[in-house]
């Protein structure tokens, strides 16, 4: 089975830009979270959708927003980038049917804000 | 809120033991996990323990679990320098769908 695959790997924006991120889960897992990852803050949260439905939110602002597709599919959006966006945003998808589920990573989106 | 806090550094001699360590808060959860990171790449599952065990051996990797003090560790034996990375432990936080909890990571660093 394919793993989970994000494109772009790189990315370079300057502020004020908006950005999308995709990601594409295991064939099967319906469920996809999206993360953070800084040298500051390390790994955080940002939200997770099932079934094209947003089921759980971190504390980001409102300038971070997603959706997902109905072959489970989602992207991330991020806009007015912030300098402090500059992260590696990393995805995981799990079965999504019961809570607490075993997540996989992909490789990671990095974005670099200048 | 949920809380997993883990020591930033280890070095280790190549062919030695390495233990990571990490505390967590929640106590709810069913499943706490090791995720490993190598530089410039995503996080690979290493292992995970349910949280009724009291330890899992899975070839070199060793996962012990207490749970009353709310203590997780990882070992490594005969440590090799392609363990060189960055491990987390991870918690599933409770009942919130699809958020995991880490710590900052551990950088381990084999010498050889």
């Known amino acids: 089975k394919a793993g989970v695959t994000q494109t772009p790997r790189y990315l370079i924006k300057t502020r004020g830009q908006q950005v999308t991120l995709s990601c594409s889960p295991i064939s099967g897992h319906r469920s996809v979270s999206w993360y953070q990852q800084t040298p500051g803050q390390g790994l955080q949260f940002l939200f997770e959708?099932?079934?094209?439905?947003?089921?759980n939110k971190g504390n980001f602002p409102g300038r971070f927003s997603g959706r997902q597709f109905s072959n489970s599919r989602s992207e991330m959006n991020v806009s007015t980038l912030e300098l402090g966006d500059s992260a590696l945003y990393l995805c995981a998808s799990s079965l999504g049917t019961t809570v607490q589920e075993t997540q996989y990573f992909g490789p990671g989106t990095r974005l670099l804000v200048l | 809120g949920e809380d997993v806090e883990q020591s930033l550094f280890l070095s280790v001699r190549e062919g030695d033991s390495s233990v990571i360590n990490c505390t967590y808060t929640d106590s709810s959860s069913t499943y706490l996990y090791w995720y490993k990171q190598e530089p410039g790449a995503g996080l690979q599952l290493l292992t995970y323990i349910f949280s009724n065990m009291d330890m899992k051996q899975d070839q070199r990797l060793t996962v012990l679990l207490n749970k009353k003090d709310k203590h997780l560790s990882l070992r490594i034996a005969d440590t090799q320098t392609g363990d060189s990375a960055i491990y987390f432990c991870?918690?599933?936080?409770?009942?919130?769908?699809?958020?995991?909890?880490f710590g900052k990571g551990t950088k381990l660093s084999v010498k050889p």
């Open positions: 959708y099932f079934s094209e439905t947003q089921r």
């Open positions: 991870a918690d599933p936080n409770g009942g919130s769908q699809g958020n995991l909890i």
